[in-house]
């Protein structure tokens, strides 16, 4: 009987209604597995589903049975892909679930960091409001999306609706080449030009070997706009130092992130000497996770396995 493990049943929130395949099968589950648990827990796996636990070649080399690897997210470097390649493992991914939910997300952010309402928040609760004794005052800065420009890096189908909404607040929205392509696609702007061009840059692109540290201090200093900084992509796309040295310098103008290269923050994250700040706002990665999205994410999941046993595997990564 094929045999299904679930690695990490807490990576989806309890309104999921977590359906199981159609064909006969043993069903095993996880609220959470440490790496030094992943060989007890998918001992004689036939079928992993993992969304943030690794599963290194370390680790794969000794899962004997294992056919075929689902990964509960559209990103999947906590997979590696070579092992999985030499010893004929497939992976599947799930897609086009978080269309929705991770723009409004960002949109969320870049709201609430344009016109300052976490700043303003704090004042009414610390008595600024009824010290200024006027019914309005200007503690921080307020500024209209409408006018302008939105760098995106990344046009996949998150980075296009994203664009798409933002065009509809009337923003000028343009998408970055690659980073050091010496050629420009129709329809795009050098990497350069986006950083010097934007007044908020959004990240949408997956973590790779050529994305890691996409934006260090040399990058920053060519944002000569000071713009808001959104991360809703991965962590490890932005060199967390470099980025508390820019905004200490006023290289940039505030900061959404909803990821970062260690998660949960660690103690020493570099993070902590700014996340008080008013123009900083740092979410659980949770831009992805809305009971609609979550759902659509998992019941992907089970058509993957299913069209795998099926003889018809999906959303195949290899």
């Known amino acids: 009987m094929t045999k299904i493990v679930f690695l990490d049943r807490d990576t989806l929130g309890s309104s999921v209604q977590i359906n199981k395949p159609s ?14 648990q992943v060989l007890d827990h998918a001992k004689d796996a036939d079928i992993i589903i993992t969304n943030k ?3 290194r070649s370390d680790v794969l080399e000794q899962l004997h049975k294992l056919k075929l690897i689902v990964v509960a997210a559209t990103g999947y470097d906590v997979i590696d892909m070579n092992c999985c390649r030499a010893k004929g493992i497939l992976v599947s991914n799930v897609r086009n679930y978080a269309s929705t939910t991770v723009p409004e997300h960002v949109l969320s952010l ?6 300052s309402l976490v700043g303003y928040r704090q004042d009414v609760i610390d008595g600024e409001w009824q010290r200024a004794k006027q019914f309005c005052f200007f503690n921080h800065p307020i500024k209209d999306l409408a006018g302008s420009t939105l760098g995106i890096i990344g046009r996949g189908s998150l980075g296009i609706a994203l664009g798409q909404l933002s065009e509809a607040l009337g923003m000028k929205v343009i998408y970055s080449a690659r980073k050091g392509a010496s050629q420009v696609p129709e329809g795009y702007v050098s990497f350069d030009e986006l950083l010097d061009q934007s007044d908020i840059i959004s990240l949408h692109c997956p973590l790779t070997e050529q994305t890691q540290n996409l934006l260090s201090y040399p990058e920053f200093e060519r944002m000569s706009r000071q713009p808001l900084l959104i991360n809703t992509g991965r962590g490890g ?4 130092s470099d ?5 200490n310098a006023g290289r940039i103008s505030g900061v959404g992130f909803d990821c970062l290269t260690s998660e949960p923050i660690t103690d020493d994250h570099p993070f902590h000497q700014i996340i008080e700040r008013t123009n900083v706002i740092l979410t659980p990665h949770v831009a992805w996770a809305s009971e609609e999205a979550m759902q659509v994410l998992w019941d992907q999941v089970i058509y993957h396995i299913d069209n795998y046993q099926k003889g018809e595997p999906s959303h195949l990564l290899n």
Do not use: C, D, G, M
């Not at 870049?110 to 016109?115: D, K, T, V, W």
């Not at 796309?237 to 967390?240: A, G, I, K, Q, R």
């Open 23 to 36: 064909f006969e099968h043993q069903w095993s589950e996880y609220n959470r597995t440490q790496a030094e």
């Open 53 to 55: 636990v690794p599963l």
């Open 110 to 115: 870049i709201f609430a960091l344009r016109r």
């Open 237 to 240: 796309l932005v060199n967390e």
């Open 243 to 247: 980025l508390v040295k820019a905004l």
